[in-house]
């Protein structure tokens, strides 16, 4: 079992930036691939970026590659997602998830693992 908790998240303008933290605790947590994904109003749960378990191989959705940049610290069991250049379309909830394994890993019901999410709005 794997207990996953999001932080970061909160109110920022457009143009500005968040550090989202997802915080991993219970088994090894370097064994776990991460995503990120996100969920605005009556919309679906989408993937935002993923990283392999040894941080070597990132992924990154079309809509936040070049601003985003996920990466992991396994020392501290703690997984990252630098936000950059924020905007509106940004805000949503926040999820990190973890899985064993790897691939793309773009479709929420490839993971097994899930925090409960950290709102990030952008105000325009």
């Known amino acids: 079992q794997v207990q996953l908790v999001e932080s970061g998240g909160g109110l920022v303008q457009s143009g500005g930036s968040l550090r989202l933290s997802c915080a991993a605790s219970g088994r090894t947590f370097s064994n776990y691939a991460v995503g990120w994904f996100r969920q605005a109003p009556e919309k679906e749960r989408e993937f935002v970026a993923r990283i392999s378990w040894s941080g070597g191989s990132t992924y990154y959705a079309d809509s936040v590659k070049g601003r985003f940049t996920i990466s992991r610290d396994n020392a501290k069991n703690t997984v990252y997602l630098q936000m950059n250049s924020l905007k509106p379309e940004d805000t949503a909830v926040y999820y990190c998830?973890?899985?064993?394994?790897?691939?793309?890993?773009?479709?929420?019901?490839?993971?097994?693992?899930w925090g409960q999410g950290t709102q990030v709005t952008v105000s325009s």
């Open positions: 998830a973890a899985r064993r394994g790897a691939g793309l890993m773009t479709v929420p019901t490839e993971y097994d693992y």
